[in-house]
């Protein structure tokens, strides 16, 4: 049985493309600047219903991409990556809600971004590319949901990074989403978490092949972008996690070697997550979009977390995994705080987990339970409603 | 929807429809659900267990997983017009301060609480020379959840200490019922305040707000 047949499985999916907006009316970013057109890249899974109201908008974090569910090609070895989530009979649950996934404005992976062609001189972007922000991400993504004709999403969700954006949708867009499921996510990034980004980008940059950003046509800094995500690796898996894995094990040798080869078994693996993260993604873009988290601030001071809160309707699912130490559980009890304190409508959960950050993106029960729960709840109070109306 | 305990009944009386609610130690969210759908009530909920919390979310209560004291501090003063504390009082850590906190973000509060002072307890301890051991204490002193039992007298004495007004007290029967038949009825009514209850009634509910007792 292959994967793409396995009960659960959405099948083989194919990532599709849109191009929004325009030269002549371009979208309108944050820093200023402008882009058009832009091109989205997207995957769909499950049906839209008649009256458009059981869509959820599914947002990755950084590394991720429009590739949420199922298997591109029959002998893919991995389906996307939120496969455990999306599928009939999964908490986003392909029978009954049409799961929308993009990818972000920034990206590698067939959105705009500083590695696609520039229309004014025909080469890539590099760092010409405009400076963008998750605000600009999500006018994007609003766009997109426009374009596809839906007025309102049932529930916009995300982890780390989309759950920011997750976010950032109730914020900017009040009438138009039911829900935010945000998980193992912040309201804005702690001096840690920036430093974190800085030495990444700065692993990228000082690359010799680095070149400001223009490497398209020559060799790639790929020995610091392997190096940013060796880095940034760490802090997505919890000590715990890492030692009960690997513990001092030695790979594929008897004894020390007495230099600096991979004597430990997580030190080849880290290579190995640094250099296949290298095939498949763009540094460029790594700065673009870890700059645009340091940016990411909505609630800067009480006045203007009020005004920003107030016309806010969504309720607010925020979740977080106990060994988490890249957004901790205080990051997101700091964003509870800020929801309670303005009287939104939130549940708080906080689950265990041995998988530290990335626990939101593996398979767990209690985790599944809860977000099925939620929307669950949600479609037959949306349903509910349309009864009552009619 | 399912029936609700007496005792949650009782408690869900003195809710008004439409007000903002929140109750302590949630558990699975079966007073708020039943607040949420009957009377139009916001409610809120604060619940440590896991499994109580998923109930919650799929009842669609909103619910915070946490302890009590970190619920609290997340919400301005008055923010809720009633604050619910059901038979929890007497498993939290700092119970005046718990209550300190609930009339500080409720405009009221309900507490209920097993009574050690009715007289079971009391003839238990004396003749048996052991811990009670009935419906309203039903876990053996080493593995017991309650590291705060009061009587009713107690806790008026606390109210008292403390400045709270008991706007009402319930005396309330084994099952959580309101006493019935007529000579229970008529002590309840009659000899409450409430040497009489703190004799007779195994459980009660206050209703409390900030001020003079």
Known sequence: ?390 | MPELRVDLEVIAGLVAEGSRVMDLGCGDGMLLGHLIGKKKVRGFGVEISLEGVRVCIERGVPVYHGDIDQGLSDHHDNAFDYVILSHTLQTITKPRFVIEEMLRVGKKSIVSFPNFGHWRNRLALTFSGRMPLNPQFPFEWHNTPNIHVCTIMDFQDLCRSMNVRIIQQIPLGWTGNRPHGKVKRLLANLLVPMAAANLLAPMAVFLLEKGEP
């Open chain 1, 1 to 390: 049985m292959t994967l793409a047949s396995q009960p659960g499985s959405v099948g083989i999916v194919t990532t599709q493309y849109v191009d929004l907006f325009t030269r002549e009316k371009p979208l309108a970013l944050d820093c200023g600047a402008t882009l058009g057109p832009v091109h989205v890249a997207y995957e769909t899974y499950g049906q839209l219903n008649a009256d458009a109201s059981n869509a959820v908008l599914i947002c990755h974090a950084l590394s991720g991409n429009a590739h949420a569910a199922g298997l591109h090609r029959l002998d893919d070895k991995h389906p996307g990556w939120w496969d455990d989530y999306i599928g009939p009979g999964k908490p986003f649950d392909t029978q009954k809600f049409y799961i929308i996934s993009t990818n972000n404005l920034g990206g590698c992976n067939g959105t705009t971004g500083p590695s696609s062609i520039d229309p004014e001189t025909g080469k890539p972007f590099g760092l010409r590319f405009p400076m963008i922000t998750l605000g600009d991400m999500t006018r994007l993504q609003k766009a997109f949901i426009d374009h596809l004709g839906i007025k309102k999403l049932l529930s916009v969700a995300g982890g780390s990074m989309g759950g920011m954006i997750a976010l950032q949708w109730a914020l900017d867009y009040p009438d138009q989403v039911a829900s935010s499921i945000i998980i193992g996510s912040t309201p804005r990034l702690s001096a840690q978490n920036i430093a974190f980004n800085a030495v990444a980008r700065q692993a990228i940059m000082s690359d010799p092949h680095f070149n400001h950003g223009d490497h398209y046509e020559g060799p790639r800094p790929e020995n610091g972008l392997a190096l940013a995500r060796m880095m940034a690796h760490i802090t997505y898996l919890s000590e715990k996690g890492l030692h009960e894995k690997f513990g001092r094990r030695l790979q594929n040798r008897e004894n020390l070697s007495y230099g600096f080869e991979n004597d430990f078994a997580v030190e080849s693996y880290l290579s190995y997550q640094g250099s296949s993260f290298v095939r498949r993604f763009d540094a460029n873009t790594y700065l673009y979009i870890t700059k645009a988290m340091d940016y990411y601030d909505p609630f800067p001071d009480p006045e203007t977390t009020a005004k920003r809160l107030k016309p806010v309707t969504a309720r607010f699912l925020v979740m977080c995994f106990d060994t988490d130490w890249r957004f901790d559980t205080s990051r997101s009890k700091e964003l509870v705080k800020i929801l309670n304190w303005n009287r939104k409508e939130v549940t708080f959960q906080e689950l265990s987990s041995p998988h530290g950050h990335d626990a939101f993106l593996l398979d767990a029960p209690q985790y599944k339970e809860s977000l099925a729960g939620f929307l669950r709840r949600l479609l037959e109070e949306t349903t509910r409603q349309e009864i009552n109306v009619a």
